[in-house]
């Protein structure tokens, strides 16, 4: 499963879910491992899973696509007929939580140090949060105002906006990540991971401070690639538990992550009277569909009277 999601150069998030639900499936035929390849057997693990209510639809989804890639690109299975009816199953139609202009302001002076500077450039950007962790020195033009998000959903790069009240922030972090990286380099370290074998292309790269990863980790690391010591960028974990302690500490109680600041971004942006086609280049959206959520978000509950209120 591992060789052929990279070999398909699929994202390392996609291949530890479909290894996940590979996984579960193993565990479920138990003994019997000439079953893997019976669709049938698929369809009822999958049946299973609905009928213990153990996940949601999307999680539902996620695993019926992990059997798919199984069943087609590692087994080599000639029909998938059964499995690929199973992907009929519909999403549940939400809409996004969004915070108010005065919820974030709140939850971002409550916040401290990194994460706080991780936080309000996820609102100021309207990046995803795997997106802005893995930022690279050079992904930032403080001349222009931008950033370039390299691979991002979809391996899509795309452009955004670089706040401006962020600027000075972000180019004194810069410069005390050249620092760290000149010490690691010294040390005989500094060797960031590079995506797609460029290491082979580029051989010098690794070692260059423009592909160093602007949020560092605090500690070095071995990379099972290249077998050579660098640093890999800070976990999403380290701002999201901050970010939910500022959210408590503010006394507001809702569902709110940090992907919340995202859809903000958005809302906050369509309320200023921002362009929807130019949001949904900054947010990377393929469809605009997935975009005109938004405006539900912003129009709901307006342009309306409660008849309470008529009373």
């Known amino acids: 499963m591992r060789r052929a999601c990279r070999a398909r150069q699929l994202s390392r998030n996609t291949e530890a879910a479909y290894v996940h639900w590979v996984a579960r499936y193993q565990r479920f035929l138990g003994l019997r491992r000439g079953a893997a390849g019976d669709e049938a057997a698929a369809c009822r693990f999958l049946d299973h899973l609905v009928e213990r209510g153990e996940v949601a639809t999307s999680s539902h989804l996620q695993a019926i ?12 299975a000639a029909g998938t007929r059964l499995l690929e009816r199973r992907r009929g199953v519909r999403r549940p139609q939400r809409l996004p939580e969004v915070l108010s202009p005065d919820e974030v302001r709140a939850a971002l002076n409550a916040m ?19 997106e802005c962790v ?15 998000v390299r691979s991002g959903k979809g391996a899509k790069d795309r452009m955004t906006m670089l706040p401006a009240r962020l600027s000075s922030s972000l180019q004194q972090l810069a410069l005390r990540r050249i620092a760290l990286h000149r010490r690691d380099l010294l040390a005989g370290g500094g060797h ?34 290249s077998g050579r010591r ?20 503010c006394g507001i109680h809702r569902h709110a992550l940090l992907h919340t ?11 200023q ?14 469809h605009l569909d997935t975009t005109m959520v938004y405006t539900h978000v912003r129009d709901a509950a307006r342009g309306a009277t409660s008849p309470l209120d008529r009373f």
């Open 112 to 130: 401290r140090g990194l994460p706080r500077l991780v936080a309000a450039l996820l609102y100021g950007s309207g990046m995803r949060v795997g």
């Open 261 to 271: 600041l995202r859809h903000s971004f958005a809302t906050h942006l369509l309320a």
């Open 273 to 286: 009277g921002t362009d929807i086609r130019t949001i949904q280049q900054l947010l990377g959206h393929r």
């Open 65 to 76: 696509n992990a059997l798919l890639f199984l069943h087609r690109e590692v087994l080599g």
């Open 134 to 148: 893995a930022l690279r020195v050079q992904d930032l033009d403080f001349r222009a105002g931008t950033i370039v």
């Open 192 to 225: 960031a991971p590079m995506p797609h074998r460029l290491a082979r292309k580029y051989p010098s790269a690794p070692r260059a401070t423009g592909w160093q990863f602007l949020f560092a980790s605090h500690v070095e690391r071995v990379d099972p690639d």
């Open 230 to 249: 660098g640093r890999w960028h800070m976990s999403p974990s380290s701002i999201q538990e901050p970010f939910k302690a500022a959210l408590l500490a």
